[in-house]
């Protein structure tokens, strides 16, 4: 989703092809023989088989929106940072919690527990900013948003009565953004 959100927030024209990861086609296996999605072969044959990477190549082609904030060092270093935690930290805590019983060391519950320091730190970001970094979407809103999204899905009871309010707030400006719902639509 964050590929795909990147791409459509760049305006590059790419073929989105479905599939099943239960039944990998040939084609997909023949240029990602690790067979993950998403995937972009480039129109010079370059394999990019990691979502943030596919964000950075899309927008470093165009970034009307100026979610890399190209201009500001510190913007893009926070964002780095923060995406990186996401990323190596928490996304790993959330397969736990998501998939706890392929985990069974630990309870869904402390699965949750654990990845919850990744929710009050964005939280007391968006204490100051509607987004994480500022007042406008950015690359950090659109790559850290999709797992929030799942997070808060695996129990949206209890995360609705959290004391996260702010990243409440910030799920659901995601959630109705323009760019999510035309992804959305897209790949439906």
């Given at each position: 989703?964050?590929?795909?959100?990147?791409?459509?927030?760049?305006?590059?024209?790419?073929?989105?092809?479905?599939?099943?990861?239960?039944?990998?086609?040939?084609?997909?296996?023949?240029?990602?023989?690790?067979?993950?999605?998403?995937?972009?072969?480039?129109?010079?044959?370059?394999?990019?088989?990691?979502?943030?990477?596919?964000?950075?190549?899309?927008?470093?082609?165009?970034?009307?929106?100026?979610?890399?904030?190209?201009k500001d060092q510190q913007k893009q270093q926070e964002m780095r940072q923060?995406?990186?935690?996401?990323?190596?930290?928490?996304?790993?805590?959330?397969?736990?919690?998501?998939?706890?019983?392929?985990?069974?060391?630990?309870?869904?519950?402390?699965?949750?527990?654990?990845?919850?320091?990744?929710?009050?730190?964005?939280?007391?970001?968006?204490?100051?900013?509607?987004?994480?970094?500022?007042?406008?979407?950015?690359?950090?809103?659109?790559?850290?948003?999709?797992?929030?999204?799942?997070?808060?899905?695996?129990?949206?009871?209890?995360?609705?009565?959290?004391?996260?309010?702010?990243?409440?707030?910030?799920?659901?400006?995601?959630?109705?953004?323009?760019?999510?719902?035309?992804?959305?639509?897209?790949?439906?």
């Amino acid at each position: 989703m964050r590929a795909r959100m990147a791409i459509y927030s760049a305006g590059i024209e790419v073929e989105q092809i479905e599939v099943s990861l239960k039944a990998k086609p040939q084609s997909l296996l023949d240029c990602s023989p690790k067979g993950t999605v998403p995937v972009v072969v480039t129109v010079n044959g370059e394999i990019i088989e990691q979502s943030r990477d596919i964000m950075l190549w899309a927008l470093n082609q165009s970034d009307p929106g100026h979610w890399l904030a190209i201009k500001d060092q510190q913007k893009q270093q926070e964002m780095r940072q923060l995406v990186d935690c996401c990323d190596e930290e928490f996304k790993p805590l959330l397969d736990r919690y998501k998939y706890f019983d392929r985990h069974p060391e630990q309870s869904q519950n402390e699965y949750r527990k654990q990845a919850e320091f990744f929710l009050k730190k964005l939280d007391d970001k968006l204490s100051t900013h509607k987004f994480l970094i500022d007042e406008h979407m950015r690359f950090a809103d659109a790559a850290i948003f999709p797992f929030i999204r799942q997070f808060a899905a695996l129990d949206n009871i209890w995360f609705s009565e959290s004391s996260y309010k702010n990243l409440q707030g910030w799920l659901q400006t995601c959630i109705s953004s323009e760019i999510f719902l035309a992804v959305m639509q897209k790949s439906k």
